[in-house]
């Protein structure tokens, strides 16, 4: 087992914060793309996976970032093991778009990463978590309310409409394992 300088993933992670933080000035997350393979859990037997940095600015970063314009996801929480080059951040999912009573549209519940280091200040890999039973209860929340993004409702569509989404695989048929 390789075991990295704690130094060195600090200096990851702020470089991994700071990367999140342009891109969520500059509404484009194809940036991150730079750090690591990138995939998440959608359900029971279903995962999104892109593999090598165009793909995964294509399609993690790019169609599947479409429609969350303005949104930000702050890390709260940072955990980080140098012994097996881990580090897992907690981070909130935060709409642009306001409630009537100026609140947020917020999701709750819990979503983060978890990142397996891969040594000259590059992620291996990342994995993803969110609720989906909350994410699914925002947005349709927000398309009530006349406040869901273009682009999201075109994402909402294409994932209802039956038709195969790039990226997304049953579970046993990811191109590369998840752990």
Known sequence: MIVY????LEEMVRRWLEANRRCEERGDWRLLADFSTYGW???P??????VGRQ???DLALGSEMGGLDGWSYPYQSILIDERRGEVVGFWKQIAAAR????????VPGIGGSCFRYGGGLRWCWQRDWFDVGN????????????????GMRRRLERASSGAP???YYARAETP????
């Open 176 to 179: 590369v394992p998840l752990w």
């Open 99 to 106: 409630r009537p009573d100026g609140s947020p549209y917020e």
């Open 135 to 150: 994410v699914t209860a925002v947005f349709v929340e927000m398309l009530k309310a006349g406040v869901l993004s273009d």
């Open 165 to 167: 989404v790039p990226g």
């Open 55 to 57: 793909e995964i600015r």
């Open 41 to 43: 859990s959608v359900g």
């Open 5 to 8: 300088a704690r130094d060195e």
């Open 45 to 50: 037997g279903q995962d999104f996976m892109a």
